[in-house]
C-alpha cells in the first residue's frame, strides 16, 4: 500500500475523495498557524482577560491587502466562540466582528452590528435610538472585544464625518468598557493619528509581508502537507521556494491562491505535484503587476 507521508491525516484522506470534491477541498480556506499570528492572537488573547477599566487598552491591526488580516481576526472570533446559555442567563458572545461600512456612516455600523446579532431593527429609526439599543444589547451579550474590520473605510468621507465616527468608536469603548480592535491598511492607522486621543489609545500591531526567510519556508511546508497531491512536490527546495515567492510577492493570500491553482493543474495533468515548469505553466500575474494594469498604466 502507497503511504502518503508527505502529508498530514487530514490531507491523506482527501486523497480518497473524486477529484472534483479534492479540487473543492483544495480551493477552500485554510488556517495555518505562524509565528507572527501567534504572536497576534496571544496580543488578542490578552484583551479578552483585561480587567473592566475606565481605559480599556485597544489594538489596530495593520497590514497590506490581501495578508492575512482578516482570517487572523475569525480564528480568533472561532476560538472564541458565543455561549449558548452558561449559567441561564441568555446568551455570551465574547468576541464581535463587524465590517465597517462603506462610508463613515454611524447608523449603518450600527445596523451591521443589529444584523450580525440576529436583532429586530428599523433601518430608517433615529441614529440616537439605534446606538442605545446596540449599547444594551452589546452590555446584555456580555462582550468584551469588538473587532471592526475594514476599519480604513471611516477614511472614506470628510474630516467631521471621519472624527464623528472615531468618537462614535470610542464612545462604544468607554461606554461598554470594552476593547475595540481595529482592522485595515495603513489608512487606517493615518485615520487614527486625526485624532491624538484614540492614537494613543490604539496599540498599532503590524502583519507585514513576508520575507523570503525560514518563516517563509516553514509556511511552505505547511502548505505543502495540507493540500492533497498524491507526489512530494518539495516546495521548500530554493528553486521552488524563491519561484514561489516571488509570484506571490510575498502576500500569504496570493500565495495560497497560486498554490491552489498550480495544484490543480497538477491533478488535471496527473502529475500529482507543484514543480517549476508547473509554476511556470500556470497563468498567473503577479499581484504588483495587476495592480499597475487595474491603474491603467505600464
Ligand atoms: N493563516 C492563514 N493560513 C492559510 N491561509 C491564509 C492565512 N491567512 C490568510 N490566508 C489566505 O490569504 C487570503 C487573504 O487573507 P485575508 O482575507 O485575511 O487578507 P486581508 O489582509 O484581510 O486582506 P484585505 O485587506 O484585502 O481585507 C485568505 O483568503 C486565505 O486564502
Ligand atoms: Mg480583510
Known sequence: ?????????????????PDAERIAKIRSDRWIGYPRSKQ???????????PRTQRMPNLLLVGDTNNGKTMLAQRFCKLHPADDNPSGD??????????????????????AILELLFAPYRA???VDKKQFQVIKLLRYIDLKVLIIDEIHHILAGNMNRQKAFLNVIKY????????IVGVGTKDAFRAMQTDPQLSNRF???TLPRWEMDHDFLRLLASFERMIPLKNTSGLTQQDLASMLYSMSEGYI????RLLSSASVAAIHSSDEKISLSLLKSVDWTPPSKRKRLLEGTR
Open 1 to 17: 500500500m502507497t503511504t502518503f507521508n508527505h502529508l498530514n491525516v487530514v490531507a491523506q484522506e482527501a486523497l480518497q475523495l
Open 40 to 50: 497576534v492572537l496571544a496580543k488578542l488573547e490578552d484583551l479578552l482577560i483585561y
Open 90 to 111: 441568555g446568551i455570551q458572545v465574547p468576541v464581535l466582528m463587524v465590517q465597517a461600512p462603506p462610508v463613515p456612516d454611524e447608523g449603518r455600523f450600527y445596523n
Open 124 to 126: 430608517s429609526e433615529r
Open 172 to 179: 462604544l469603548g468607554n461606554e461598554l468598557q470594552i476593547s
Open 203 to 205: 496599540e498599532p500591531v
Open 253 to 256: 493570500g496570493e500565495l495560497s
